[in-house]
């Protein structure tokens, strides 16, 4: 998305319910996906879903639903639809040429934030190689979305085509981008090794972006991590020490938060930060209590865990936000998730027990 600091992108949102999506309804994902506009600085100035067995193959949405978008966008004055779904490169073209409005999808907006947010060298690394392995998918050979790569005149090699001359020029990026982070990498395994020395356990931070990862890690150890009511304020890891007892020790890790249809080129990309959850000895899983959809949240970090081979790690469950409920939440409306406490990270009720568990359970592994 192009950023311009005097006037936010207007943005339209487009929602559409396939019969699979039952999981995450659609109202969840939609006021999802206004955050992460919001977050990524565009204005939402409205939004249309759809119900359908299937997508529709030119549009993804029918084509009654691009008319109505036609006028909403002239009634609007939007510049920018947001699809919920993820297009194909033709759809996307199909849509942008019917609509005359730039279109992007979620994994492009997500793709956006991370691009905003990375800090350290590695993350950025990571974020321009998910970024181009996004724009090869998206190379087909018709011309238009090679537009946005800035291909014409002088780009071209000699007997390429223009098409073959943009792959390899992206397989080049990838592959010194893959270079870079494969450098960095092994410097995080040095350190690794060093800290495993220390013999101090390992427990790392995980859940739902926006869940209050950070905010707990800075109220257990006074680290001062960036929080903040923003999806994907994290995107590298920050190791800290914490004392759980008189004698003991551990280190404590924040890390990138998951979402449900978390881009798996990005999980592919960050895959040496989330090396720390897959390095760790145990997980403290942060769910964000006052979400309504926090079970399902549950279900979307469980399905990231398994494609990181770390949903079989022992788990902590912290309910968090419990400040933000009405009423008082009762133990037995969350047995399943034993072992597990309720805190907030924000008034600090409940770390007492938190590091009392946590005292508990990494003994025994240590
Ligand atoms: N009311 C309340 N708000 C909280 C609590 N914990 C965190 N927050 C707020 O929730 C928002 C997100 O907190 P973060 O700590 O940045 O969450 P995170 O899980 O690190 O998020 P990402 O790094 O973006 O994935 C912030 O606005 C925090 O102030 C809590 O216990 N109670
Ligand atoms: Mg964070």
Same mark, same amino acid.
């Given at each position: 998305m192009e950023k311009n600091v005097f006037a936010p992108e207007k943005a339209l949102l487009v929602g559409v319910e396939l019969p699979q999506d039952q999981e995450f309804p659609l109202a969840a994902s939609m006021e999802e996906l206004t955050r992460l506009t919001k977050t990524a600085n565009a204005k939402v100035v409205g939004s249309l879903s759809q119900k359908r067995p299937r997508p529709d193959q030119k549009y993804f949405i029918g084509s009654g639903k691009v008319t $109505? @978008?036609?006028?909403?966008? !002239?009634s609007t004055g939007a510049n920018l639809l947001i699809f919920d779904v993820d297009l194909s490169p033709a759809q996307t073209r199909n849509l942008e040429e019917a609509l005359e409005t730039k279109v992007i999808d979620r994994t492009e907006l997500i793709l956006d934030i991370? !691009? =905003? /947010? &990375?800090?350290s060298r590695e993350g950025k690394l990571q974020v321009e190689l998910a970024q181009a392995e996004f724009q090869i998918t998206r190379l087909t050979g018709h011309g238009v979305s090679m537009s946005r790569l800035g291909g014409g005149i002088g780009t071209r090699g000699p007997g390429e085509s223009k098409l073959e001359y943009d792959r390899r020029r992206i397989r080049d990026k990838i592959s010194e981008l893959k270079k870079g982070i494969a450098k960095l990498r092994a410097e995080r395994s040095l350190r690794r090794e060093k800290r495993k020395k220390s013999q101090l356990p390992l427990a790392a931070l995980v859940g739902y972006t926006n869940s209050g990862k950070s905010t707990l890690l800075n &109220? %257990?150890? #006074? &680290?001062?991590v960036l929080a903040e009511d923003k999806l994907f304020a994290t995107l590298d890891t920050t190791v800290k020490r914490l004392e759980i007892s008189p004698q003991k020790?551990? @280190? @404590?890790?924040?890390?990138?938060?998951?979402? =449900?249809? %978390?881009? /798996? =080129?990005?999980? &592919? !990309?960050?895959?040496?930060? %989330? $090396? $720390?959850?897959t390095e760790a000895d145990l997980l %403290? /899983?942060?769910v964000d209590i006052s979400a309504p959809n926090w079970p399902q949240?549950?279900? !979307?970090v469980f399905q990231v865990l398994d494609e990181l081979n770390a949903s079989s790690k022992p788990i902590i469950?912290?309910? #968090?936000?419990?400040d933000c409920l009405s009423e008082a939440l009762p133990d037995e409306a969350l047995a399943s998730y034993e072992p597990f406490v309720k805190v907030s990270a924000l008034t600090e009720n409940g770390l007492d027990n938190l590091v009392k568990l946590l005292a508990r359970r990494l003994v025994p592994l240590s």
């Open positions: $109505e @978008l036609k006028s909403l966008i !002239a991370f !691009a =905003q /947010h &990375a800090r &109220a %257990l150890t #006074n &680290a001062d020790t551990i @280190l @404590l890790t924040d890390t990138v938060g998951f979402i =449900q249809k %978390l881009p /798996h =080129q990005l999980i &592919a !990309a960050f895959r040496a930060t %989330l $090396e $720390e959850v %403290l /899983h942060i949240q549950i279900n !979307a469950t912290v309910f #968090n936000k419990i």
